[in-house]
């Protein structure tokens, strides 16, 4: 995701420490710190601390693991989602069946649906037997503190040792003035595809997608997205296959389903990569996008490797704003295109384990395009924030303090590193050896260590793991319409479909 802005800032003492994978001890010791500080200090810093219930800090050092075990509870192994649109009805109906293993320790299994709801859900299957959304003996919708996502809880024992199979049929409203139907996530918000097809919105949960898309109109639509498309059918009775043929994140999915007749559309190869590149009809230039392709797609590979995807990429160029990243694929204005397309290497493939690490790959994204232009600089000695302890594990949405303060963060580990030349070949290095394998921050500095000998982990928790600030895309970005992608096609389409 590319955003174009600063925002405003909440003040809130709130001090979260889950991470304690590597070095439990020390953060129990800083924990402590936090805790027993203020009843020295006393007055003042003890009497913040009681005023508001959510201003005192967590009591307990949590397990990461174990907390995204209990919040997450399934790992999806595969997903066959089919989906029909139906403009005319501002209807969408889906199919979707899951296969998914039970995590550690947890039997009853959830999956993540926005729209569920007993005028949406059809009908669920789990391991052949049938699911009554409105009896509570069967489903129950369950929120977790730690969570903005809830969760459609079905309430029957599923064991560790098998896979198990979920169906679920639903028809939602979806209305969408241009009668288009697109992947709209918003990964500052948090919000993934889970508001169209049933998952775990989570980074690190990693599965493959078989998706089919068809749509009941009069009109030929015309369809992008990621992974391999084949398509079926002609005219008005086309179909869609989208196959990711590997593991990816829900959220990473992305699809443009539009009318033939209001659209470009062009295919080329750039830098032996397959390039389809579709837009508005009359809009934004196609050919300005595929210019500044030819030179940023051979930087990449010299700099980073090989593009990470095999069936090349997709785009949708919208006229304004910024752009969402997606598997092999981006919705994004002419200037957001080359944020979006490093995110290729650094957020769709080299993945981070949680929301609340994916600063990193905006830091390494925004560090990459600031350092270029000699426009960053190291953060200051005592600089603290909380970017990453500031919410838990299993928060959806990441804190867009990561452009900024975390550009400057990755700017210091460089210099420190020998420069922007060092650290470029250790994204190189990063790339090539852990595409697909989630980590969290802290395995982030073991592979610095591991690569230059440089312990950075005491630096990360102050930069990273400390302040009181409280401000992250949950809460803290709530009603700014300004980080979302902005899909208004020109004035000639919007005026054809207001007439109706
Ligand atoms: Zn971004």
Request: some cysteine.
């Amino acid at each position: 995701m590319n955003i174009l802005y600063n925002g405003s800032m909440n003040s809130l003492l709130r001090i979260n420490f889950f991470n304690i994978n590597k070095e439990s001890i020390k953060y129990i010791c800083i924990l402590l710190i936090f805790l027993v500080l203020p009843l020295i200090w006393g007055g003042c810093v003890k009497e913040e601390a009681i005023t508001n219930p959510e201003e005192i800090p967590q009591p307990d050092p949590v397990d990461e693991n174990d907390l995204m075990d209990r919040v997450l509870r399934i790992d999806i192994l595969s997903m066959d989602v089919k989906l029909e649109y139906i403009p005319d009805e501002d209807v969408l109906t889906g199919e979707s069946t899951i296969e998914f293993r039970m995590r550690p320790n947890q039997t009853i299994p959830l999956i993540h649906f926005d729209p569920a709801g007993s005028d949406t859900i059809g009908t669920i299957i789990l391991n052949g037997v049938e699911l009554d959304f409105n009896d509570p003996s069967d489903v129950k919708m369950i929120s977790f503190d730690e969570t903005t996502q809830d969760g459609v809880e079905l309430l029957r024992e599923c064991g560790n040792d098998k896979i198990n199979i979920l169906t679920i049929k639903y028809r939602i409203g979806y209305s969408n003035s241009y009668k288009s139907f697109y992947s709209n996530v918003n990964d500052i918000y948090g919000v993934g595809n889970e508001v169209i097809f049933p998952s775990i919105n989570c980074p690190s949960d990693l599965s493959k997608h078989k998706m089919t898309f068809s749509v009941v109109s009069d009109k030929d639509y015309s369809f992008i997205g990621s992974g391999k498309v084949v398509e079926t059918g002609s005219n008005k009775n086309r179909k869609w296959v989208l196959d990711t043929e590997r593991e990816v994140a829900s959220y990473t999915i992305m699809w443009m389903m539009v009318p033939e007749e209001d659209i470009d559309f062009e295919e080329r190869e750039v830098d032996g990569i397959d390039v389809r590149i579709m837009t508005y009809k009359d809009s934004v230039s196609i050919d300005s996008a595929f210019e500044i392709l030819e030179s940023w797609l051979p930087e990449l590979r010299a700099n980073i490797g090989m593009f990470p995807m095999e069936r090349g990429l997709d785009v949708f160029l919208t006229q304004r704003g910024g752009g969402m990243e997606y598997f092999g694929a981006t919705i994004t204005s002419l200037s957001a295109l080359e944020h979006e397309v490093f995110h290729m290497y650094f957020g769709c493939s080299v993945v981070a384990k949680t929301y609340r690490d994916s600063w990193w790959d905006e830091a390494i994204n925004m560090w990459y395009e600031y350092s270029a232009a000699g426009s960053v600089s190291p953060v200051n000695q005592n600089f603290s924030s909380n970017i990453v302890s500031g919410r838990t594990p299993v928060s959806v949405g990441f804190d867009d303090r990561a452009y900024g303060d975390g550009a400057r963060v990755i700017e210091s580990i460089a210099i420190e590193m020998g420069g922007r030349d060092t650290f470029i070949a250790f994204l190189n290095h990063l790339y090539s050896n852990y595409t697909f394998s989630p980590f969290n921050t802290f395995e982030l500095v073991e592979y610095i260590f591991n690569y230059s000998g440089i312990d950075f982990e005491d630096k990360i928790i102050n930069w990273l793991y400390k302040g009181t600030r409280v401000y992250y895309s949950a809460s803290g970005t709530e009603g700014r319409d300004y980080h979302k992608v902005d899909m208004t096609p020109p004035y000639e389409i919007v005026k054809k479909y207001k007439r109706k």
